[in-house]
């Protein structure tokens, strides 16, 4: 490693001075933990997204739990999702009771394989499932509207993991615009605001829905299942007066957290575009690379992540590690970890995924990376690979 030059990491947040000043301006104001910040930031996103309702909440993982409980998932109860994604994602289900059922992904596309998914559903009897949390991996929109009839068929919800897709969109049957996690299709989607994703509150998750009973739950949920609405009290002692009316968790944002979201909301568009520059430039670089694999790529994709497959792997990871470029691997299979192979998951049930992740590396992508700096990402490779 040569430690004179700067290094590069698959991922960066970038704070402003306009970030820092809303920031401080909530410091000086009279709320910090979930106050008017937080409702002024969950308008302002639902606005963004397109969706009815937003919910605030502590993590992407407090989003994706409570989401799984509002849905009713339980013991007993039966969920499909890809095995490739942060742990989170099917750990959620678990929290709640529930158990996972992973499908294979699309070898093109990354995200889950929806003839999997019907294929899985139809081998067993009626009502065996519950519900699909389908990922829009590395930023690649999932057609909801394809899962969406699957799951009317068999009377399923969904769950859509847009972690990745702030900003992302796709196109429906009737050709209208959709944006990931809307709510048009699926009952609930989350977002995380963890530094590396588009939107940095340093720690923070959203759930957006168009359905206000679900909404509702949300909002209980989150704060310890307290309820203060005078319209749905049991009883009423006074001005001072809540009622727990179901088992929540302290999952609130604080108003410090949402004053950042807000303000990173604003460069959302630009900040995505950047993203969409930097990503193309890869793809130009090194499209006549035999030895590279680049993942398809749509124009509503908002690239989380830029994905190539290589089968030197290690060794790519390794020469630009030396070289202080810090890439990374998304993600190691669910179901090959040590806790989901006690369940009984076993190597070679997910050959599709099993494949891609012996190949796959996350290259360095995020608004702030300079030109000058990607430019040495992709001489290097270009370099590793000069044989060709």
């Not at 490693?1 to 301006?25: C, F, L, T, W």
């Not at 989170?88 to 889950?112: H, R």
Request: with cysteine.
């Amino acid at each position: 490693m040569n430690p004179k030059i700067s290094s590069i990491n698959y991922g960066r947040h970038e704070v402003s001075q306009e970030d820092i000043d809303a920031v401080v301006d909530t410091l000086k104001s009279d709320y910090l933990t979930q106050g008017p910040k937080v409702e002024e930031f969950e308008t302002k996103f639902a606005e963004y997204i397109g969706s009815k309702y937003a919910v605030a909440v502590s993590n992407g993982t407090a989003a994706l739990h409570i989401s799984a409980l509002a849905l009713g998932v339980k013991k007993g109860k039966k969920v499909i999702t890809s095995p490739l994604s942060f742990v989170a994602t099917s750990n959620a289900v678990l929290y709640c009771g529930g158990e996972i059922e992973f499908c294979d992904i699309n070898n093109k596309t990354l995200i889950l394989d929806i003839n999997q998914v019907r294929k899985k559903i139809e081998s067993q009897p009626k009502g065996t499932y519950d519900g699909i949390i389908p990922i829009d991996f590395a930023g690649y929109p999932v057609q909801m509207e394809e899962f969406r009839d699957i799951a009317d068929e068999h009377k399923l919800w969904l769950l859509e993991d847009s972690c990745h897709a702030p900003g992302g969109t796709f196109y429906d049957s009737i050709g209208k615009l959709q944006n990931c996690g809307n709510g048009n299709f699926a009952e609930l989607a989350i977002f995380s605001f963890h530094p590396v994703k588009h939107i940095a509150c340093g720690e923070g998750g959203m759930i957006t829905t168009n359905d206000q009973i679900l909404y509702n739950k949300l909002l209980l949920l989150r704060s310890h299942g307290i309820n203060k609405n005078i319209g749905q009290l049991a009883e009423n002692h006074g001005g001072w007066y809540y009622e727990m009316q179901d088992l929540g968790f302290n999952y609130r944002m604080s108003d410090i957290n949402a004053a950042l979201g807000i303000s990173q909301l604003t460069k959302a568009n630009i900040n995505l575009q950047k993203r969409k520059k930097i990503a193309k430039d890869y793809d130009l670089a090194f499209k006549d690379l035999k030895s590279i694999n680049l993942i398809d790529s749509v124009a509503g994709h908002a690239y989380h992540l830029y994905i190539i497959q290589v089968k030197e792997r290690n060794e790519l990871y390794e020469y630009l590690k030396k070289e202080n470029i810090f890439t990374q691997v998304h993600y190691i299979p669910i179901h090959l970890q040590p806790y989901y192979r006690a369940m009984g998951w076993k190597k070679g049930m997910f050959p599709v995924v099993e494949e891609y992740y012996s190949k796959t590396l996350s290259l360095p992508i995020y608004p702030s990376l300079p030109n000058l700096e990607q430019k040495r990402i992709i001489d290097l490779i270009r370099c590793f690979y000069s044989n060709e």
